[in-house]
């Protein structure tokens, strides 16, 4: 079945640290994949997606590549500030028509000044 | 325009008794979803409906979990005998026509005792 798969549950850095935070999924089909933050108390929102038609995202001053061949979608910023702190999660709308998404455990990012 | 509107947005119960979740969509979307969101996990769907039909319900505990949007707007989640394991966030988001971004509101925070 379907599945995304998040192995760093934590990641601490320092301001204008280079964060990356890796994602895997498995699905068939084409999927359109995304990345949400939710910040504490609050609902996910959405931070960029991904398409099969264009690899790559950007938005904040973050960027996510997808890779189908390695079936991974990676995220990154090149310098983060204490506003990032937040988790994230990667998700995905399967490649089958369904619109519901399947989200990752979640990284929580911890940004120190 | 507003964002997706959930209430109430916390709720203590003990087990057995019942409790409803309500959500307002963003207007004029279509479709509405209902996660659950356990702690330090990300979100699973529980069911969506398109205007006032529900497209997947697979995931929803149907032996005390019920769900309902009579005129494709507002929607309940209603638990009928609540559970310790049902302890979690109860997240709400909404989508509009065949667009992949569902917005999400803030969730009801659901501890039962």
């Known amino acids: 079945g379907d599945s995304v798969i998040q192995m760093q549950g934590q990641v601490t850095l320092s301001e204008n640290d280079f964060l990356f935070i890796n994602c895997t999924y498995s699905?068939?089909?084409?999927?359109?994949l995304f990345w949400y933050v939710q910040y504490s108390g609050e609902g996910p929102q959405l931070l960029l997606q991904?398409?099969?038609?264009?690899n790559k995202g950007s938005s904040r001053g973050f960027e996510a590549t997808y890779d189908k061949g390695t079936t991974s979608f990676h995220l990154q910023k090149t310098s983060v500030q204490e506003i990032d702190s937040a988790v994230y999660y990667c998700?995905?709308?399967?490649?089958?028509?369904?619109?519901?998404?399947?989200f990752g455990t979640g990284t929580t990012v911890s940004v120190s000044p | 325009e507003a964002g997706v509107t959930q209430s109430p947005r916390y709720a203590v119960l003990q087990e057995g008794q019942a409790v409803s979740f309500w959500c307002d969509p963003i207007?004029?979307?279509?479709?509405l979803y209902w996660y659950q969101q356990p702690r330090d996990q990300g979100p699973q769907l529980l069911v969506y409906?398109?205007?006032?039909?529900?497209?997947?319900n697979s995931q929803l505990p149907s032996d005390r979990f019920s769900a309902v949007r009579p005129k494709g707007t507002n929607s309940t989640l209603k638990i009928q005998s609540a559970k310790q394991g049902d302890t979690a966030t109860y997240l709400c988001?909404?989508?509009?026509?065949?667009?992949?971004?569902?917005?999400f509101g803030p969730g009801t925070r659901l501890l039962v005792l």
């Open positions: 409906f398109r205007d006032e039909a529900v497209i997947d």
């Open positions: 988001a909404s989508s509009s026509g065949g667009q992949d971004t569902q917005y």
């Open positions: 699905t068939t089909g084409y999927p359109t």
């Open positions: 998700a995905m709308r399967g490649g089958q028509g369904g619109r519901a998404l399947i």
């Open positions: 207007s004029g979307h279509d479709t």
């Open positions: 991904v398409t099969t038609a264009n």
